[in-house]
Nanobody
Framework: QVQLVESGGGLVQTGGSLRLSCAAS????????MGWFRQAPGKEREFVGA????????YYADSVKGRFTVSSDYAKNTVYLQMNSLKPEDTAVYYC????????????????????WGQGTQVTVSS
């Protein structure tokens, strides 16, 4: 049974940093794409950033490029989202997702390719 469990969310001031973690279990994810998405109240879930577990391809939304970084620790089966220079508009529930499709680059942003989702963790950025 595949499980993705996010942690690390919280309240931070504008300009601050947070690191989200996504602990994956239930199968070998070495050939998977791991993505981060977010959903603000009243809005659709949107893509944030993703990478193939191997690191062979990464892709970010324009809104977070240069501020957010997706990384992975194979030994810990954990994917991270390092968020720097946070803004109030980054406030949302953040979700980790895993997809087995062999997609690269901008195709990593396609929400429909991700089969497994975590429960989400709240990030609130105060102004």
């Amino acid at each position: 049974q595949v499980q993705l469990v996010e942690s690390g969310g919280g309240l931070v001031q504008t300009g601050g940093s947070l690191r989200l973690s996504c602990a994956a279990s239930g199968r070998t994810f070495s050939s998977y794409a791991m993505g981060w998405f977010r959903q603000a109240p009243g809005k659709e879930r949107e893509f944030v950033g993703a990478r193939r577990w191997s690191g062979s391809s990464t892709y970010y939304a324009d809104s977070v490029k240069g501020r957010f970084t997706v990384s992975s620790d194979y030994a810990k089966n954990t994917v991270y989202l390092q968020m720097n220079s946070l803004k109030p508009e980054d406030t949302a529930v953040y979700y980790c997702a895993a997809g087995s499709s062999t997609l690269y680059g901008s195709a990593l942003a396609y929400k429909g390719q991700y089969e497994y989702w975590g429960q989400g963790t709240q990030v609130t950025v105060s102004s």
